[in-house]
């Protein structure tokens, strides 16, 4: 495949891997965000997602790190929320993504509902930073290079 430059092949991409795929690539989009939680059971619950081999129970116990992750973030949040923890919240949302199985998930897609969350995470920190400066990569594109990379391998 060649190397994927917008948000059409992406997605698209995406749709093409099986369960497991979906939940690796899920995790890589997640790990490139997790430093913007300081929640540590997002850490374990993503090495669970990242783990090709990991048992329906380790997945299932990793959700459940995930969600309850989610959901203290949420309420640190309340109604006078921080762009930091704001992007906290968003790094649960993207672990969710990444941990819940692919014909319960919102979308068609548990790995672009990460992506999207990774790159929410990602703005919020950008927001929270007063400065305008960027790496030399979006989020965005980042995620397509990860991604064309993994389908090359």
């Known amino acids: 495949m060649s190397q994927i430059t917008n948000d059409i092949e992406f997605k698209k991409a995406l749709q093409n891997l099986d369960a497991v795929q979906q939940r690796v690539v899920a995790a890589m989009f997640v790990e490139h965000v997790l430093s913007l939680s300081d929640d540590k059971r997002l850490n374990q619950a993503i090495a669970v997602a990242a783990d090709s081999n990991a048992s ?7 959700l459940k790190l995930a969600k309850a992750a989610t959901n203290d973030s949420h309420v640190r949040c309340g109604a006078e929320c921080n762009w930091a923890e704001q992007a906290g919240y968003f790094v649960a949302r ?4 990444a941990l819940t199985p692919l014909q319960q998930s919102i979308s068609a897609s548990p790995a672009w509902q990460a992506a999207m969350s990774s790159r929410m995470a990602q703005t919020s920190m950008l927001i929270d930073n007063e400065s305008t400066q960027q790496g030399t990569h979006t989020e965005s594109e980042w995620q397509y290079e990860t991604l064309s990379n993994y389908l090359k391998s």
Do not use: E, H, L, Q
């Open 56 to 62: 329906a129970g380790d997945i299932a116990n990793a």
């Open 94 to 97: 993207a672990t969710i993504a």
